[in-house]
Every structure is written in C-alpha cells, then in structure tokens.
C-alpha cells in the first residue's frame, strides 16, 4: 500500500519562477503523488510542505482538508 503523504498544495505560477502556497491553504492527503480528494496534483517528492499526521491530528486539524479526512475514514 502506498504511503499517505499530508501536504500543502503548492501552485507554480505562470508568471514568475516562484511555486507558492495559498496563505489559506489546507493540508491534502496525497498518495501515488494526488490528493485523494481528487483536487490536487504534485510531486510529493519534490516539494517540502509535508506535516507529521500526528501533529496535524492532534493540533492543526483544522488545517486538514474535510474531503480528504473522510476518503481516509472510508478507506479504514
Ligand atoms: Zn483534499
């Protein structure tokens, strides 16, 4: 089984060289390298915004995208 990875999205602008982080930005569960909500593609590789699911569960979980909590629920 692939591991869950939580991260924030990153988006890489058009416009100039730099990726960035929506200031409102919720953290996604990504396996295979896509959010299991089904909203966000990325390298989860690549980027650093990975947060330790212990830390996020227990103190920032309103961080923590809704839709992607439940897709984990569903799928213990
Ligand atoms: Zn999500």
Redesign the pocket.
């Known amino acids: 089984m692939s591991k869950i990875v939580w991260q924030l999205p990153v988006k890489q602008s058009n416009f100039t060289d730099h990726d960035w982080i929506h200031p409102k930005a919720?953290y996604?569960?990504f396996k295979n390298n896509a959010?299991?909500?089904g909203?966000y593609l990325q390298d989860t590789d690549y980027f650093e915004t990975s947060i330790d699911e212990t830390e996020l569960m227990s103190e920032k979980i309103q961080y923590a995208?809704n839709?992607?909590l439940k897709m984990l629920q569903k799928r213990d």
């Open positions: 919720k996604h569960a959010s299991i909500c909203k995208c839709k992607c």
